[in-house]
């Protein structure tokens, strides 16, 4: 197997298994599923190119680390602040609960952007507190508080959403 | 410090699977252009290779009749009447000939700088006087 087939390879191997995560990450930043999509492609793009991943040490944080840059890279570019495009599903949810598919993504949606990067990075995309921290240009403690604070809200928002959906009926 | 109540909420939250991307364009096509990109260039090489041959023979089966063709002009050159064309020297040189063709051709093109003696007229002669019916 060539050099090149074998960076390609390991880089398919890399989109099956984070791809996902990366998604919901850029889609959390950009508020925009389309964008997010462009964003991830563009970052595996590049990185069949130059083969920039196999020499990065944490390969999951520095996709992570792309896929931000490359959001907000194109968030300049377009100068627009999109809101948070909360009508595409996220996730795929577990015994078909739809309701509380839609409740998770709104209550991210009303979180603050720092503290929905946090969550998104250590729930879905499984990083440690420190590599979050590298991440972001913060230490692992502001990360760690910044992930206590999500949960907090997050919960509340999720059991005050079901809750009105079981007075409504 | 995650509280119980944070740890379970967290198992919840991971039961959400986030929607796996559309695969990348390249990915895809990178496979399978690895794979069809050395038939391509089989194909192309057959082809070629058909081709080549395909001119080779063409060429060689030209050479072959223009070698057959310049044979029977030579054999009919050597079995041509020297003398001027008559009826009857055509007559003799067609039963002759090795071929009908070749013996036309050679009839045709052979020059006509000899004089006919006096009393005797060229074959051609007599039958452009003649009228042909239709």
């Known amino acids: 197997m060539g050099r090149t087939e074998r960076n390609t390879a390991e880089i398919e191997a890399l989109y099956r298994q984070h791809g996902a995560a990366l998604l919901l990450f850029a889609s959390a930043i950009s508020g925009d599923r389309g964008r997010a999509q462009d964003a991830v492609h563009q970052v595996f793009l590049k990185a069949i190119e130059n083969g920039s991943v196999s020499q990065a040490k944490n390969k999951k944080a520095y996709l992570f680390a792309c896929v931000r840059n490359a959001v907000l890279n194109d968030a300049k570019v377009q100068d627009r602040n999109m809101p948070l495009d909360v009508d595409s599903a996220w996730f795929s949810p577990p015994d078909r609960d739809y309701a509380g598919e839609q409740n998770l993504r709104r209550g991210l949606g009303e979180l603050p952007d720092d503290q929905r990067e946090v969550i998104v990075l250590h729930v879905w995309g499984e990083l440690t507190f420190s590599e979050i921290g590298d991440l972001l240009g913060v230490s692992s403690n502001t990360a760690a508080s910044r992930y206590r604070y999500a949960l907090a809200k997050l919960r509340g928002s999720m059991l005050a959403k079901e809750n009105s959906c079981a007075d409504s009926r | ?134």
Not at chain 2, 67 to 88: C, F, K, Q, V, Y
């Open chain 2, 1 to 134: 410090m995650q509280t119980p109540d944070d740890e379970q909420f967290e198992a919840y939250l991971k039961r959400f699977h986030p929607i796996a991307p559309e695969p990348v364009p390249t990915l895809s096509v990178s496979h399978s252009s690895r794979r069809s990109l050395p038939f391509g260039t089989w194909l192309a090489a057959v082809a070629a290779i058909l081709v080549i041959g395909a001119v080779i023979l063409h060429i060689l089966s030209n050479r072959v009749v223009v070698s057959n063709r310049s044979g029977d002009a030579a054999i009919a050159e050597r079995h041509a009447p020297s003398e001027p064309l008559t009826m009857r020297s055509a007559n003799a040189w067609l039963a002759t000939a090795p071929s009908f063709k070749a013996a036309v051709d050679d009839l045709a093109f052979r020059s006509q700088t000899s004089p006919l003696p006096q009393g005797k007229q060229s074959a051609v002669a007599v039958l452009s006087k003649e009228k042909i019916r239709l």
